[in-house]
């Protein structure tokens, strides 16, 4: 049993910048790889970033590539998400979610494998 509180989001104009962060608890956090997902109503999960157990492997898709940062402190149990450079393309609930199910330097992209979810953090672009 994993619990995932994200915090941070927020409304902020294009070219701002927002820090994510998520908290986990219940469960060893460096067992996990750590996910970010977002999602705008009508539209699919997309995946935005993923860290692996240690933080030495990461993974972002194109469109948030050079502008988002994923970091970990597992001595915190905290996930973060910077996002610099923001568009209002960025405008959605951002999502962290935990993966156990895959070897430690798996970083999947696809949301059905992850395991837990926060509840989503709101983030708006404003042109």
């Known amino acids: 049993q994993v619990q995932l509180v994200e915090s941070g989001g927020g409304l902020v104009q294009a070219g701002g910048s927002l820090r994510l962060s998520c908290a986990a608890s219940?469960?060893?956090?460096?067992?996990?790889?750590m996910g970010w997902f977002r999602q705008v109503p009508g539209k699919e999960r997309e995946f935005v970033a993923a860290i692996s157990r240690g933080g030495g492997k990461i993974r972002y898709p194109d469109s948030v590539k050079g502008r988002f940062t994923v970091s970990r402190d597992n001595a915190k149990n905290t996930v973060y998400l910077q996002m610099n450079s923001l568009k209002p393309e960025d405008t959605a609930v951002y999502y962290c979610?935990?993966?156990?199910?895959?070897?430690?330097?798996?970083?999947?992209?696809?949301?059905?494998?992850?395991?837990?979810w926060g509840q989503g953090t709101q983030v708006t672009v404003s042109s």
């Open positions: 979610a935990a993966d156990f199910g895959h070897y430690s330097d798996y970083v999947s992209s696809l949301s059905y494998e992850y395991d837990y």
């Open positions: 219940g469960r060893t956090f460096s067992s996990c790889t």
